[in-house]
């Protein structure tokens, strides 16, 4: 009997948080703490939904062009949010993982996210990825640097993506299988594209304070409905 597809990595391209705000005649800061409710209240769901892990954008290293009250304000969010919180991801027992870069990170931030990840690093039923100050191509470069700097004796031959992968910030991680984005934009922006080599994507037009257990529902049904061949091309399949 053939069971769903039902996937291990599911990621989250959080969006919409501005037009919720604008929508009600509400400052863009309204939509992100909207967005920080929107993430308390859901996350019960993801965490008894039976996937693995889940990694979710929280801020990318392109989103400093924004205005800087708007910045400031979402730092003050982050830092908030990582205090709040943290009770809640020991009690789900959920293992917690940064990735992205520290470049321009308040110094507090970054040792909240890191002592979260020291205070979780024994769990494993559970994982959730956090990407702040993250780029795809930031990260790349990131990689690349520190596997040239820990290469004592230059063999190329030992560059393959097996070696290279483990410089990622998502060493740890398996790769995507489902990546919903919110909002009704329909593109990547340059979140862990590599890691999304093969995943299924599902674009909804609710705004990330919208989102609900019933959203992610559809998200897993057209998962379910999906035929994943990682480029294997149709190869019939025993019954
Ligand atoms: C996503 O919401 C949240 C972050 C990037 C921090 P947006 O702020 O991008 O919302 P819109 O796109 O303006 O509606
Ligand atoms: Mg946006």
């Known amino acids: 009997m053939n069971s769903r597809p039902f996937p ?17 005649g509400l400052p863009r800061l309204a939509g992100h703490r909207a967005g920080a409710r929107a993430l308390r209240k859901n996350f019960k769901i993801f965490r008894q939904s039976g996937i693995r892990y ?14 800087s009250d708007e910045v400031q304000g979402l730092m003050r969010i982050f830092l908030n949010a990582a205090q709040r919180n943290a009770r809640e991801i020991l009690d789900a027992r959920a293992r917690f993982h940064w990735i992205g870069s520290d470049d321009g990170l308040p110094a507090v931030l970054v040792r909240r996210l890191r002592q979260l990840e020291e205070k979780t690093k024994g769990e494993d039923d559970f994982h959730l990825i956090l990407a702040l100050n993250y780029g795809g191509r930031d990260e790349v470069v990131r990689a690349a640097r520190k596997m040239a700097e820990s290469t004592s004796s230059v063999d190329f031959a ?26 009704g934009e329909q593109r990547l ?9 093969y995943a299924e994507i599902f674009f909804t037009p609710t705004l990330w304070p919208d989102f609900t257990g019933e959203t992610f529902q559809l998200a897993l049904d057209f998962y379910a409905s999906r035929d994943r061949r990682w480029g294997g091309g149709l190869i019939s399949k025993e019954t």
């Open 189 to 197: 922006s340059n979140f862990m594209l590599l890691q999304m080599a």
């Open 8 to 24: 291990v990595h599911v990621a989250i391209i959080l969006d919409g948080n501005g037009r919720w705000a604008q929508r009600r």
């Open 158 to 183: 030992q560059w393959t993506w097996e070696n290279f992968s483990r410089y990622l910030d998502t060493r740890h991680v398996p790769d995507i299988d489902l990546v919903i984005r919110t909002s």
């Open 54 to 67: 889940l990694s979710l954008f929280g801020f990318s290293t392109e989103n400093w062009r924004r205005s």
